[in-house]
């Protein structure tokens, strides 16, 4: 059964980049592909990007000027980057597989959500 | 983007009770749309994907209907570990976007 496992800082300063890594245990780390999801304290989900294991990314518009998403393989992780951060990105971060079927896809499991907070 | 609307956005029920909740996407997605349950501090959870399948492990008192742009998750008999916030997603065009979330609570 798969399971993910995030880490990196939980605070950010503004104009820096924030960096979280999500390691991938118990599972075939190719069978699948990875997103990002991000949730502001008391509101709504919102999609950041997705990466597949050959390195190809899709990401949210709305912050695609500002996010990096890679692979590590060998590793079983995959990493999230976001840029020039500012006190909007303060969010909970949470890692999450997408497992695909015929009949669409979704997001399970998920890590155990990171929060940044972006504060001088 | 595809704007994803829930109703109601909060909802007061008793143990027992019979609950629906309405998602309504402002393009038609055929049946991509996913439900997720999550309560306080912890990350969401899989109830129904594609609309109306049942993912392994949650209770069949949990269901999903529609097509196209409008969808019901109904929980049959809400039990206490049921009162969490859930949210719709669709997954038929990048970038996948949620609805605002319905908070479901105790009456």
């Known amino acids: 059964q798969v399971q993910l496992q995030q880490s990196g800082p939980g605070l950010v300063k503004p104009s820096e980049t924030l960096s979280l890594t999500c390691t991938v245990s118990g599972g075939s780390f190719s069978a699948y592909y990875w997103t990002w999801i991000r949730q502001p304290a008391g509101k709504a989900l919102e999609w950041i990007g997705r990466?597949?294991?050959?390195?190809?990314?899709d990401y949210n518009p709305s912050l695609q000027s500002r996010v990096t998403m890679s692979v590590e393989t060998s590793k079983n992780q995959f990493s999230l980057k976001l840029n020039s951060v500012t006190a909007a990105d303060t969010a909970v971060y949470y890692c999450?597989?997408?497992?695909?079927?015929?009949?669409?896809?979704?997001?399970?499991?998920w890590g155990q959500g990171t929060l940044v907070t972006v504060s001088s | 983007d595809i704007q994803m609307t829930q109703s109601p956005s909060s909802l007061s029920a008793s143990v027992g009770d019979r609950v629906t909740i309405t998602c309504r996407a402002s393009?038609?997605?055929?049946?991509?749309l996913n439900w997720y349950q999550q309560k306080a501090g912890k990350a969401p959870k899989v109830l129904i994907y594609?609309?109306?399948s049942l993912q392994s492990g949650v209770p069949s008192r949990f269901s999903g209907s529609g097509s196209g742009t409008d969808f019901t998750l109904t929980i049959s008999s809400l039990q206490a570990e049921d009162f969490a916030t859930y949210y719709c997603q669709q997954s038929y065009n990048i970038p996948y976007t949620f609805g605002q979330g319905t908070k479901l609570e105790i009456k």
């Open positions: 999450a597989t997408v497992t695909t079927s015929s009949t669409g896809n979704w997001f399970d499991p």
């Open positions: 594609a609309a109306s």
């Open positions: 990466i597949y294991n050959d390195g190809s990314t």
């Open positions: 393009l038609s997605i055929s049946k991509n």
